[in-house]
T-cell receptor, first 112, second 114 residues
Framework: GNSVTQMEGPVTLSEEAFLTINCTYT??????LFWYVQYPGEGLQLLLK?????DKGSNKGFEATYRKETTSFHLEKGSVQVSDSAVYFC???????????FGSGTKLNVKP | GAGVSQSPSNKVTEKGKDVELRCDPI?????LYWYRQSLGQGLEFLIY????????KSGLPSDRFSAERTGGSVSTLTIQRTQQEDSAVYLC????????????FGPGTRLTVT
């Protein structure tokens, strides 16, 4: 079956710290992988995506690499800002995009 | 431009009553998705429409749940004989088409069943 597991939060970091949020997946076939972000008081929005093994998605200083051998899609950022405080969701969709599977979300708190 | 809108924003209902949730997608978006987010849980995919068709309804939690979309635009999610476990935030999203297109999410409807 298909599922996504991401690290539990909350994750609390100081500004300019390095961020990693772990995400691993189980999937049949070759899924596409996504990170979505939900800022306080706002709706979910796409942060980045990757469609095949070894692809690297990037946006707003965030990166994630599709690792087929470890079935992972960890989110990283070299230097977080207070404005990055949000809930981050890892997700996958099978090759035919007929369903989407989301992780439970990881809350990130960045302190000045 | 207008984003995805959902109504009502909040709904409190008694157990056993039927409720109808509405989603207005972004104009021109042919794909529409419904999700459920229970407290402390991730998003649970319920159903998607490409145009007015829902190819796969297996994500709906029970036969009390149904959804339809008319005119390739507005969609309604209906829950019959509501139960307390139906309490959650119901999210709608739309995208240009099925596939890798970005999904744009609405603000959600918070449903509370008492």
């Amino acid at each position: 079956g298909n599922s996504v597991t991401q690290m539990e939060g909350p994750v609390t970091l100081s500004e300019e710290a390095f961020l990693t949020i772990n995400c691993t997946y189980t999937a049949t076939g070759y899924p596409s992988l996504f990170w979505y972000v939900q800022y306080p008081g706002e709706g979910l929005q796409l942060l980045l995506k990757a469609t095949k093994a070894d692809d690297k998605g990037s946006n707003k200083g965030f990166e994630a690499t599709y690792r087929k051998e470890t079935t992972s899609f960890h989110l990283e950022k070299g230097s977080v800002q207070v404005s990055d405080s949000a809930v981050y969701f890892c997700a996958l969709s099978p090759y035919n995009f007929n369903k989407f599977y989301f992780g439970s979300g990881t809350k990130l708190n960045v302190k000045p | 431009g207008a984003g995805v809108s959902q109504s009502p924003s909040n709904k409190v209902t008694e157990k056993g009553k039927d409720v109808e949730l509405r989603c207005d997608p972004i104009s021109g978006h042919t794909a529409l998705y419904w999700y459920r987010q229970s407290l402390g849980q991730g998003l649970e995919f319920l159903i998607y429409f490409q145009g007015n068709s829902a190819p796969d309804k297996s994500g709906l939690p029970s036969d009390r749940f149904s959804a339809e979309r008319t005119g390739g635009s507005v969609s309604t999610l209906t829950i019959q004989r509501t139960q307390q476990e139906d309490s959650a935030v119901y999210l709608c999203a739309s995208s240009l088409s099925q596939g890798l297109y970005e999904q744009y999410f609405g603000p959600g409807t918070r449903l509370t069943v008492t």
